[in-house]
């Protein structure tokens, strides 16, 4: 059963308080008018609790903005782009990154750009440039839960190689603080295929700030490089905005709980405002922090992925680089949402 403003309520009770559900809780179908982004497709969602959130559904059906009660959430970047303005080689990457709440990387690579074999593999590979197709919205009520859910497929295929279709589901409800991604990466094509996955979850100014704490349960935390070793000791403290800040990136090896569940949190507790990444370990084993305090770009992403970023070929040299047999899929749910000191 719902809460909303503090009570519960049966759907006889909103049913008879509304004209349409759309007014306490929806999805929306809109299309950006203007700029680099024009014609980008995407699905509007509030669930009447104070939590809103955007999904870009011709950018791999990622999550852009977020809010709750008017508080952002998601760090965003003016890059944003279409599909077609994708530059695949080295970083380019980067040209129509326009940050948001959750971005796909993957489906068979990600990282930094590197060669493998006769392969050249640009940032974070190419499924978050890729537009959604079968997309289905249903708004409903089943028993006492008014359920929205957003589903669509994403095919990364190329002649001679990957031919992966990315299934996903993102289901919320009425009154939520949080939303659920149910992933299924599908090998449709009749050769072994590399597969590497991470979700680029990327939280923003108010969540980050140098009031702000991250909060996750790790064994062992190491330095990506020279950069993230000077700043290990305070790795879980945000500095204030700096100019020419050196990214630093940190690699966790966390604790599951006993559900098997990861959980990561960035608090602002002087704001009671905090934001969360909690997805199965056995399924994302690695989780990366990426710090980046620069004037501008101040954001803190959390990176649940199938692997710590090592080169692809050295994967492959290792004989630890997954691969999807034909036929062969593989399931990832990954939950993000708000913290605050009213819903824990």
């Known amino acids: 059963m719902p809460l909303l403003f503090n009570r519960h309520f049966t759907p006889d009770d ?16 809109v299309e950006y008018a203007d700029g680099k982004a024009r014609g980008l497709r995407a699905a509007e969602v509030w669930t009447g609790s104070g939590f809103r959130f955007t999904v870009w559904l011709d950018r791999g059906m990622d999550i852009g903005p977020a809010e ?3 508080k952002p959430l ?18 380019g990457w980067v040209r129509t990154f ?6 796909t990387c993957g489906l068979t690579f990600f990282g930094q750009p590197e060669q493998d074999g006769a392969e050249s593999l640009g940032l974070h590979g190419r499924i978050s440039h890729i537009p959604a197709q079968n997309v289905r919205v249903t708004t409903e009520w089943q028993g006492d839960d008014y359920v929205l859910v957003i589903e669509g497929e994403v095919r990364q295929s190329v002649l001679f190689g990957e031919n992966f279709l990315l299934t996903r589901r993102i289901t919320t409800r009425l009154g939520a603080t949080s939303f659920r991604v149910e ?15 991470l979700y680029h979850c990327n939280f923003g100014f108010p969540v980050v700030s ?27 403290r945000f500095d204030p905005p700096t100019p020419d800040y050196a990214e630093q990136v940190f690699f966790h090896h966390p604790r599951a709980d006993e559900a098997g569940y990861v959980t990561a949190s960035i608090v602002n507790r002087p704001l009671d405002l905090g934001a969360f990444v909690r997805y199965r370990a056995a399924q994302l084993p690695a989780l990366a922090q990426w710090k980046m305090m620069g004037a501008g770009d101040y954001v803190c992403a959390l990176e649940p992925a199938t692997n710590h970023e090592t080169p692809r070929a050295k994967l492959r040299e290792q004989g630890r680089l997954k691969m999807l047999a034909p036929g062969e899929q593989v399931n990832y749910v990954l939950e993000m949402g ?7």
Do not use: K, Y
């Not at 326009?98 to 971005?103: A, D, E, S, V």
């Open 14 to 29: 909103l049913r008879r308080l509304t004209g349409t559900m759309d007014q306490l809780a929806g999805v929306r179908l």
């Open 68 to 70: 709750f009660a008017g």
């Open 74 to 91: 998601a760090w965003l970047h003016p890059a944003l782009g279409t599909p077609g303005q994708f530059e695949p080689e080295q970083s």
């Open 98 to 103: 326009g940050g948001g709440l959750m971005t």
């Open 183 to 197: 992933d299924c990466v599908h090998n449709d094509g009749f050769r072994a295929t590399p597969h590497m996955l």
């Open 210 to 236: 140098p009031d702000s704490e991250l909060i996750v349960n790790s064994e062992a935390v190491r330095p990506r490089d020279a950069a993230a070793e000077r700043g290990m000791v305070t790795h879980t």
């Open 338 to 344: 708000v913290n605050t000191a009213a819903n824990g």
